[in-house]
């Protein structure tokens, strides 16, 4: 039995349709799997850290520890 054009184009429609889905669900999958990695990272060097942060380091920031770097990049900035 032999197909006509139109039914074989309509399959044709329905198998690139069923692609394009698969492929979006891969695309979908592999973004998610990525940021729950990104998110698992970011929790681990937090609870990392946390132990090294103590209140006297928190409270000994002095305001002149600030003022030199930001002067030392001063003259990267392009002048005007």
């Given at each position: 039995?032999?197909?006509?054009?139109?039914?074989?184009?309509?399959?044709?429609?329905?198998?690139?349709?069923?692609?394009?889905?698969?492929?979006?669900?891969?695309?979908?999958?592999?973004?998610?799997?990525?940021?729950?990695?990104?998110?698992?990272?970011?929790?681990?060097?937090?609870?990392d850290?946390?132990?090294?942060?103590?209140?006297?380091?928190?409270?000994?920031?002095?305001?002149?520890?600030?003022?030199?770097?930001?002067?030392?990049?001063?003259?990267?900035?392009?002048?005007?």
């Amino acid at each position: 039995m032999k197909r006509s054009p139109l039914e074989l184009s309509n399959t044709n429609i329905q198998k690139r349709h069923r692609k394009a889905r698969m492929f979006r669900l891969l695309c979908a999958g592999v973004t998610w799997l990525g940021a729950a990695l990104l998110a698992i990272l970011l929790i681990q060097i937090t609870l990392d850290g946390i132990k090294w942060l103590d209140i006297q380091f928190l409270t000994s920031f002095h305001p002149d520890s600030l003022i030199r770097p930001v002067l030392s990049l001063r003259w990267l900035a392009p002048s005007g």
